[in-house]
């Protein structure tokens, strides 16, 4: 008999082994259904193809071009400019050998994005199998898989899906090292900074998690605390880019917090109402409703899937339950690990406003708490079902799942949302420039021009399809309508369709011939390639319109208590009024003048001895012109400024003309020809 013991050990461990490739088969299932629905369809669905992700494709191209130096001459740049912002790091280096092996393609450049998140899924389920001892382990990639808001945005090239990835390793490796692997932490190390240079939003969150479970694991570091000592370089030297950016670029993160109207940035709040609004940010972002109802009103079109909520309804249960599973084992590392990440995960996002791209964080914790639930769901049923029948039934169903949202973007996908311009889903980049590809083709020394009012970053969209090609030129129906140039007629432009009816009836313009009509995907007339003519009168029409455009608005207004006379430009944006309230986030616009033209007039009584002009401008090389007029005389400064930063404040003394009665400013954009738009944010007169 003694003999005989060991028998049933070695047939345990058959059977475990048995079991564990049983595993490993659902895992591979998981990740081949993930695959085949991301790069399936990959060009159709999502119908656009935004700047957001030509531009990291772009900047690969153009680092590998530099031998990896970015435009302004820095070697290995930490992040690199995306429309005027700069919020760019890693994925711009992942994209580098493929846009440099294959070209430019919107099927590369999101399957770049595809695979790296293929790894991610990997990482969940390692976490499952090996930190939480879960017994289907591979269910947490499966569920994932099957959240409708994380099909939709792995098929989208952003930066942040890459940063999520980052995340999850950084999890798994921080998750071996708290389970007795102490030379996991290095790792740990290096894909938490990944992460914090991955994404913007993700560095307070990344930041915030590490401070806590600092906190929480103390005894445990204290433990290991050599091994600790030992990252002290690795951290430091992942650091050093981003002390080096901030050298550079100091005022950068305030400047885009203010561009995104951060509560924390609001110059007329008091700190205790920016806490208060960056609370109830925060609490929005674990909102139920938004998580498992569909199409919330806080996210545009492009975010979202028709019908279905961001992690579909029926995970809600799950979710819920695997939370209270977690706070229930909070004493056990890695449980408690989760609800650390869980409680960090908005940190950034509630800075501005949550959402799912910027807690995408969140999606993924989600799916660890589902397939907790699910495990012990499926743990739970009769031990008389075999787990290869419990494993193989949730396994078909999780992965029937993606597989039907696949088939409902590709067959209904184009017609779920209908507004398909610039405020909406953006559709036209593949079918635009694939038609201005074919025209140069067919007309290689023709010039072409090509509207970008229906897209934002048109102009790395153009860099994007076309790089290049000095033939094809970015420009609206304004441009068409009102700057006769060099350009020899028939002017060829591809024009949206509420621009083709305005030239159409425009007495300016003569419709030569209408070559191609690109229609949306309802049918309805997206984009018109036509040739055009001016008329005869063309001359004698501007002349009388340029007059109209310099007429000035007279108005009265309150500055410093003091009623003053004011003549502006026409303005279509922004009030008079707001170039004197003292907050340079307000704006006015001209409607057409370039110079925008302010003359304040004072009433009679006490003259000003006005000294200086402090003038808050919007982004532009300028040329400033302040006329003076005073009791004996009238005098004119101009100036003229380049290269400013962002919006800057100018400075200009004033002459002395003994006490102002009246002051004339005008700021030209030296960069745009009439008609434009020129912003000005603050108006201040110092004595």
């Given amino acids: 008999m003694n003999e005989a013991e060991p028998e049933p050990a070695a047939g345990g461990v058959r059977a475990a082994a048995a079991a564990a490739r049983l595993d490993w088969s659902f895992l591979a299932v998981t990740l081949a259904v993930f695959l085949l629905t991301r790069l399936v369809g990959l060009e159709r669905f999502p119908i656009f193809f935004f700047c957001d992700e030509a531009v990291q494709a772009n900047r690969a191209a153009s680092l590998v071009e530099h031998r990896f ?21 890693v994925g711009v280096y992942l994209q580098a050998l493929p846009a440099y092996l294959f070209g430019r393609s919107i099927f590369v450049t999101r399957a770049v994005q595809v695979l790296a998140l293929a790894t991610a899924m990997l990482a969940l389920g390692l976490i499952l199998r090996d930190a939480f001892r879960l017994r289907f382990w591979w269910l947490g990639p499966a569920l994932l898989s099957a959240f409708p808001g994380w099909f939709l945005h792995t098929r989208i090239a952003f930066e942040l899906m890459l940063a999520v990835a980052f995340y999850v390793w950084f999890l798994y490796f921080y998750l071996r090292y708290r389970s007795g692997r102490p030379r996991s ?17 993700f560095q307070p969150a990344i930041v915030a998690t590490c401070l806590l479970l600092l906190i929480v694991d103390a005894p445990y570091h204290w433990r290991n605390r050599r091994t600790l000592l030992r990252c002290v370089p690795l951290l430091a030297l992942a650091v050093l880019p981003y002390v080096r950016f901030v050298r550079e670029f100091p005022d950068e993160t305030e400047r885009r917090l203010r561009s995104l109207s951060s509560p924390v940035t609001a110059p007329g709040m008091t700190r205790g109402a920016k806490l208060a609004a960056y609370g109830r940010q925060y609490a929005l972002a674990y909102s139920p409703a938004y998580w498992f109802l569909p199409e919330r009103p806080e996210d545009i079109p492009r975010q979202q899937m028709k019908g279905r909520s961001h992690l579909g309804e029926w ?88 597989v039907a949202l696949l088939a409902d973007s590709l067959r209904h996908g184009e017609t779920w949302y209908t507004n398909y311009g610039l405020d909406g889903m953006q559709w036209g980049s593949r ?66 369709e509420p621009e083709f009816r305005a030239a159409s009836a425009d007495p300016r313009l003569r419709l030569d011939a209408l070559e191609e009509t690109i ?23 501007m002349s009388a319109r340029r007059e109209d455009w310099h007429h000035l608005i007279d108005e009265e207004v309150t500055i410093s208590g003091e009623k003053v006379r004011v003549s502006h430009s026409r303005f279509d944006g922004g009030e008079v009024g707001q170039l004197f309230d003292g907050d340079p986030e307000t704006l006015a616009r001209t409607e057409s003048s370039n110079p925008a033209v302010v003359v304040l007039e004072f009433p009679r009584g006490p003259s000003h ?46 002459p002395a003309v003994g006490g102002a009665r009246r002051v004339r400013i005008e700021a030209r954009d030296l960069n745009a020809a009439e008609p434009s738009k020129v912003h000005l944010r603050e108006v201040r007169l110092l004595e």
């Avoid at 005073?630 to 962002?646: C, L, M, N």
């Fill in 69 to 89: 130096h970015d435009d302004f001459g820095t070697l290995l740049p930490t992040y690199f400019e995306n429309g005027g912002n700069r919020n760019l790091g």
């Fill in 185 to 201: 932490a290095y790792l740990a190390v290096l894909f938490g900074a990944l992460v914090f240079y991955g994404y913007n939003t």
């Fill in 315 to 402: 995970s809600a249960p799950l979710v819920a339950a695997g939370l209270l599973i977690c706070a229930w084992r909070i004493r056990r590392p890695a449980e408690r690990t989760l609800l650390v990440a869980l409680a960090a995960a908005p940190v950034g996002a509630a800075l501005v406003a949550p959402g799912i791209t910027r807690c995408m964080n969140l999606v993924v914790l989600a799916a660890l708490f589902a397939a907790i639930a699910g495990n012990a769901l499926l743990t739970s049923l009769p031990k008389r079902l075999p787990p290869a029948l419990v494993g193989g039934a949730a396994c078909a169903l999780l992965a029937a799942l993606p």
């Fill in 431 to 496: 079918q635009v420039f694939g038609a201005a590809r074919r025209y140069r083709e067919r007309y290689p020394d023709q010039r072409l021009m090509l509207s970008p009012d229906w897209a934002n970053g048109a102009d790395e969209l153009l860099h994007f399809f076309l790089p290049g090609d000095p033939s094809v030129d970015m420009a609206n129906v304004d441009w068409l309508q009102n700057r006769r140039g060099d350009i020899p007629e028939p002017i060829r432009f591809i024009l949206l």
């Fill in 519 to 541: 229609s949306y995907p309802d049918g309805t007339p997206g984009f018109r390639i036509a040739r055009w003519r001016y008329a005869p009168d063309y001359e004698a029409i």
């Fill in 609 to 654: 001895a006005f000294r200086r002009l402090l003038l808050t401008t919007g982004s532009m090389d300028s040329e400033i012109v302040v006329t003076v007029t005073g009791e004996a005389r009238e005098e004119t400064v101009r100036r003229t400024y380049r290269g400013q930063p962002d919006d800057p404040t100018l400075d200009i003394e004033l």
